[in-house]
Nanobody
């Protein structure tokens, strides 16, 4: 079983920064890729960034240069450092972890960027 707990969301002004964390409680599984998704209001969920178990990273175009994904394997935790935030970054941010033969999802954390 895998349980994910996200934290770090909130309200920030445009140009500000936030750091999201997602801690995975894992039993009997090895964690593979860890990812952050987001769902803006009224829009579909989209991939923000992914980091593999080997440390390789992938970023959506809108995230490049502003958002940085990292992971601490000893803590089974994935982070998303978000800098230079824009109002269009407003969304529910969800972490997802591939473990065993399926993906697990967190409950989401709200990020609101005011102009």
């Amino acid at each position: 079983q895998v349980k994910l707990v996200e934290s770090g969301g909130g309200l920030v002004q445009a140009g500000g920064s936030l750091r999201l964390s997602c801690a995975a409680s894992v039993s009997d599984f090895t964690i593979h890729a860890m990812s952050w998704y987001r769902q803006p209001p009224g829009k579909q969920r989209e991939l923000v960034a992914r980091v593999t178990s080997g440390g390789n990273t992938y970023y959506a175009d809108f995230a490049k240069g502003r958002l940085t994904i990292s992971r601490d394997n000893a803590k089974n935790t994935v982070y998303l450092q978000m800098n230079s935030l824009k109002p269009e970054d407003t969304a529910v941010y969800l972490c997802s972890v591939a473990a065993g033969f399926r993906d697990y999802w967190g409950q989401g954390t709200q990020v609101t960027v005011s102009s």
